[in-house]
T-cell receptor, first 112, second 115 residues
Framework: ETGVTQSPTHLIKTRGQQVTLRCSSQ?????VSWYQQALGQGPQFIFQ???????GRGNFPPRFSGLQFPNYSSELNVNALELDDSALYLC???????????FGPGTRLTVL | GDSVTQMEGPVTLSEEAFLTINCTYT??????LFWYVQYPGEGLQLLLK?????DKGSNKGFEATYRKETTSFHLEKGSVQVSDSAVYFC??????????????FGPGTRLSVLP
């Protein structure tokens, strides 16, 4: 059984740029959630995808968007990067209506 | 909205000491409760969970009991080891309106265990 994987591991961007982060779900999981974890804080829920549609969203602006593909993998896109977007971005997969999520190792994004 | 509060860290203990990390929550529904652990440079790993009142979750010597009357889910371990040094997150999940689950995490408590 393959766990949740994320790419890239680290990324450095400059303010105003756009970034795409990728996540492959654990085998058999049909739901993907994305979280932002700022340094020294807990993860903050960005959004969740199920059946290729957004299935819940946290308090993040529209410049945070996502996609889910038929194989349940997912992308997180962030436009017009700001310095405060620097964080660890975590992806978690699960089965819909099952309250246990499995996390990937994260992508560390630094915005200069 | 839902929220989770944890005791502030860092918590520093000697090996074999007793550990308690307090967690309280606010939720409108009947959430499930979790403890996750994060080791340096890694993602979150599920440590234990409880899905209803009075349930006790346990794993690797850690345990926590879902207390609805006090809205708490305190993490305990009788004898910590150096390898338990990590950041511990208390979290809840509540069903959202679209068949999914909303997860809310606390700010985390850093534990350092000294030999």
């Amino acid at each position: 059984e393959t766990g949740v994987t994320q790419s890239p591991t680290h990324l450095i961007k400059t303010r105003g740029q756009q970034v795409t982060l990728r996540c492959s779900s654990q085998s058999g999981h049909n739901t993907v959630s994305w979280y932002q974890q700022a340094l020294g804080q807990g993860p903050q829920f960005i959004f969740q995808y199920y059946r290729e549609e957004e299935n819940g969203r946290g308090n993040f602006p529209p410049r945070f968007s996502g996609l889910q593909f038929p194989n349940y993998s997912s992308e997180l896109n962030v436009n017009a990067l700001e310095l405060d977007d620097s964080a660890l971005y975590l992806c978690a997969s699960s089965l819909v209506q099952v309250n246990e999520q499995f996390f990937g190792p994260g992508t560390r994004l630094t915005v200069l | 909205g839902d929220s989770v509060t944890q005791m502030e860290g860092p918590v520093t203990l000697s090996e074999e000491a007793f550990l308690t990390i307090n967690c309280t929550y606010t939720a409108t529904g009947y959430p499930s409760l979790f403890w996750y652990v994060q080791y340096p440079g890694e993602g979150l790993q599920l440590l234990l969970k409880a899905t209803k009142a009075d349930d006790k979750g346990s794993n690797k010597g850690f345990e926590a009991t879902y207390r609805k009357e006090t809205t708490s889910f305190h993490l305990e371990k009788g004898s910590v080891q150096v390898s338990d040094s990590a950041v511990y997150f208390c979290a809840l999940s509540d069903r959202n309106n679209n068949y999914g689950q909303n997860f809310v995490f606390g700010p985390g408590t850093r534990l350092s265990v000294l030999p």
